[in-house]
């Protein structure tokens, strides 16, 4: 018997209309990342370049431990104009800035040079190479892990990252909703993960429609919960920088928090949403005969096991992130009504109560999508049955 999946018919139909949209795609896409992005600050001159320590000079180290003001060190230039030199340069001692030298640490050095004039500073310890090799470890953990499914999970993944950076940061920038650039993120992101997981089946169906409903309704209950609560975009911390960008270049940054919450919450509504999906396939196929109600009851049992634990992800997911901001409220002992009407706080709990609004609410919306696509009968046409997409 020949192999279906070998089958050059097959193949093209399976994958001749995906790469064809993927086209026009890659279109798009390199058409909205031609922008010119006016500058916020002056940095001619000004570049971050790799470089090795060779020696402390003077050191900062105090005898309990800590640092204090400025290493003296030479570094070795390994990028940039000067690469190859030996330079003399600081790092200081901040958290957030700088880097705790020693002989052999590989750092980024801020360089600026005017004429003969040069002037570097360490800026932090240069982690790039760390950070590639654990993302590819974790996609190398996803494939041996997952097998096929892995290799597509890590593909889907990888595509939800390019998109980010190259559709909806461009398209914000050029001053279009937050909010629908976001959705529409979502959709495009959600489609071609589900379609690389389940390929051309109704379970792929099941879950994207699911999951663009909950995440949908997560953004609603955000903008609902906003409007009720006076809590809007402008009262995240680090409005006085997006104000400037909101005069220079028009972004809309009052719907940042609510866009950022959409993609937050794009993947626990997902993983409810393939979950049941795959789960009402799977009954149906087993028990074909089974009725519409007793499917819908099925499948209402699956998503209320996933409901509390997937919620619990998202608020835990939102708390973990306030920690910081917890810990410092509990040692100043503030006041219980400082805390429960200050604007950090209030927005922690909307977006994970509104997350949580959006998996709750994907579960009837997945399963009701799931029932009526499942024991759907096509009509006959010209004595023929309707082609049907298989359901796993």
């Known amino acids: 018997m020949r192999n279906l999946n070998l089958d050059p018919k097959y193949l093209l139909k399976r994958w001749g209309p995906p790469i064809l949209l993927l086209l026009f795609f890659l279109a798009f896409v390199i058409w909205i990342n031609q922008v010119d992005k006016t500058p916020l600050v002056s940095r001619e001159g000004q570049t971050f370049e790799k470089a090795v320590v060779t020696e402390i000079i003077q050191d ?23 690469e190859g030199e030996e330079l003399e340069t600081t790092s200081s001692s901040g958290y957030l800035f700088g880097a705790g030298c020693t002989v052999g640490m590989h750092v980024v050095v801020m360089q600026s040079i005017a004429g003969d004039t040069v002037i570097n500073t360490v800026y932090t310890q240069d982690r790039e190479m760390t950070i590639y090799i654990f993302a590819a470890l974790y996609l190398v953990v996803l494939c041996l892990v997952g097998g096929k499914q892995g290799l597509k999970g890590a593909l889907g993944l990888v595509f939800t990252f390019l998109c980010i950076l190259f559709v909806y940061l461009p398209l914000v920038y050029r001053g279009y ?9 979502c959709i495009i992101t959600t489609l071609v993960t589900m379609y690389l997981i389940g390929g051309p089946t109704k379970k792929t169906v099941v879950a994207t429609g699911g999951t663009v409903a909950g995440v949908v309704i997560a ?13 809007s975009g402008w009262n995240v911390s680090d409005i006085e920088s997006l104000l400037t ?53 099925a499948g209402m049992h699956v998503g209320r096991d996933m409901m509390g634990t997937d919620s619990n992800t998202l608020i835990l997911a939102f708390a973990g992130g306030s920690v910081s901001m917890l810990v410092l409220d509990y ?62």
Request: glycine share 10%; aromatic share 8%; net charge neutral.
């Open 245 to 297: 960008l909101w005069n220079v270049s028009g972004i809309q940054v009052g719907g940042l928090l609510f866009s950022g919450l959409l993609i937050s919450s794009l993947g626990a509504v997902m993983d409810v949403a393939m979950s049941i999906g795959s789960s009402i396939g799977e009954i149906h196929a087993q028990n074909p005969t089974i009725s519409r109600k007793e499917l819908f009851k």
């Open 331 to 392: 040692a100043y002992d503030l006041p219980y009504q400082q805390i429960i009407n200050s604007n950090n706080i209030g927005i922690a709990i909307m977006q994970g109560l509104s997350g949580s609004f959006g998996i709750v609410l994907a579960v009837p919306v997945t399963v009701l999508l799931a029932v009526l696509l499942y024991t759907h009968e096509p009509a006959p046409a010209s004595g023929k049955p309707l082609p049907e997409l298989p359901e796993n």
């Open 219 to 231: 953004g609603f209950s955000a903008t609902i919960f906003s409007i009720a609560s006076g809590i």
């Open 60 to 82: 900062n180290l105090m005898p309990d431990g800590s640092r204090v003001g400025e290493q003296r060190i030479m570094v070795r230039m390994l990028t940039g104009p000067k």
């Open 177 to 185: 909703s937050p909010f629908w650039v976001a959705v529409f993120v």
